[in-house]
């Protein structure tokens, strides 16, 4: 399967929404679950890693197509408030999605200065 789409993700809601799509995530609700692994024809930087196979968690982490950071928000999910990060994520500035890199490309993300301060220790 192609992964080739019309048009290049704009804003962090279409980077993951695209996402979830190449992985066949329908909403990032629910209860909390284990991933599946992935298919052959999935991005690399979107497969599951060894944390989302073994660990219940929202979906919606297995979006982001930062390996590192997927593992930290599941592994470290006792020691920060998940509400905030989505609040900050979603309603504050927090990536800029480079156009015409496709969503998976963690190259194409960039993290804004308040995400950072706030959030970058998930991503180390």
């Known amino acids: 399967m192609s992964y080739e789409l019309p048009y290049s993700p704009s804003t962090v809601f ?24 992935a298919s052959s024809d999935v991005p690399l930087t979107l ?13 919606g982490v297995d979006r982001f197509p930062f390996l590192r950071m997927r593992d930290n928000i599941i592994l470290m999910n006792a020691f920060y408030d ?3 990060f989505q609040r900050d994520l979603f309603t504050m500035p927090s990536f800029t999605i480079t156009p015409g890199i496709p969503s998976w490309d ?19």
């Not at 279409?14 to 599946?36: D, H």
């Open 14 to 37: 279409s980077a993951l929404f695209t996402n979830g799509q190449i992985l066949g995530i329908l909403s990032c609700g629910g209860l909390p679950n284990i991933s599946p692994p």
């Open 47 to 59: 497969h599951p890693t060894l944390a989302q196979l073994t660990t219940p968690h929202s979906t």
């Open 82 to 84: 998940g509400d905030e």
């Open 106 to 124: 963690p190259r194409g993300w960039k993290m804004e200065k308040y995400f950072a301060d706030r959030w970058g220790f998930l991503f180390f």
